[in-house]
């Protein structure tokens, strides 16, 4: 078992749509949870990042995370095609490096 | 944000040949790198962690006479693919960790990614 699980998708939604992508992990040693966006053919960039267990919100993105089910999420608001991408989600413990999910293929069609 | 570069972001080289890529944290100083290899459709896949001024550390498979990866100084890290072969084709991504740390505890930045494409 895969220390941070994520379903790959494709998740295919209409413009406008509130998206939620989500991640297990199995790891309770985890504090420190982030989100990344990685356009096609580019490198991941940071969207967010929580500590423990809480909700952040910046913009149309909510990151969530449930430390008693060990379940991350990220939920965007009104979603544009320019969010088409590839999420991934990672957990790390403080100062270890980060473990990632393979990533959730996500489609707003117009 | 904190600005990783990576150079080249697109390189095509002949079979047994050599290749370098480079890493570059451009407004922090960076301890320790890291290189990923991301085939189409899969997920970050960790090659090895580098650490300035000693050797890297390789994940398990991955060949380190191979893959040599030099961190020279706190801003920079190449990863030079040695005889390359076809089957070396592939996205290769790094990414920093500042040494100051940040208020995300281990959050890391990565580069634009270079294709490699072995012919």
């Known amino acids: 078992q895969k220390e941070v699980e994520q379903d790959p998708g494709p998740l295919s939604v209409p413009e406008g749509a509130i998206v939620s992508l989500n991640c297990t992990y199995s790891?309770?040693?985890?504090?420190?949870f982030m989100w990344y966006r990685q356009y096609s053919r580019k490198g991941p960039e940071l969207l967010m990042y929580?500590?423990?267990?809480g909700n952040k919100e910046d913009g149309r993105f909510t990151a969530q995370v449930d430390k008693s089910s060990k379940y991350i999420s990220l939920f965007i608001r009104d979603s544009q095609p320019s969010d088409s991408a590839t999420y991934l989600c990672?957990?790390?413990?403080?100062?270890?490096?980060?473990?990632f999910g393979r990533g959730t293929s996500l489609i707003v069609h117009p | 944000g904190a600005v990783v570069s990576q150079h080249p972001s697109r390189v095509i080289c002949k079979s047994g040949t050599s290749v370098k890529i480079e890493c570059r944290s451009l407004d922090f100083q960076a301890t320790t790198m890291f290189w990923y290899r991301q085939f189409p459709k899969q997920s970050l896949m960790l090659m090895a962690t580098?650490?300035?001024?000693?050797?890297?550390?390789?994940e398990q498979g991955v060949e380190k006479d191979k893959f040599l990866i030099n961190h020279a100084s706190l801003t920079l890290s190449t990863l030079t693919v040695t005889s390359a072969h076809p089957e070396d084709s592939s996205f290769y991504i790094c990414?920093?960790?500042?040494?100051?740390?940040?208020?995300?505890?281990?959050?890391?930045?990565f580069g634009e990614g270079s294709w490699l494409t072995v012919v």
């Open positions: 580098s650490n300035e001024g000693s050797k890297a550390t390789y």
């Open positions: 990672a957990a790390s413990r403080g100062s270890y490096i980060p473990t």
């Open positions: 790891n309770s040693a985890f504090q420190y």
């Open positions: 990414s920093a960790l500042p040494t100051s740390g940040t208020p995300s505890g281990n959050t890391i930045y």
């Open positions: 929580t500590y423990s267990s």
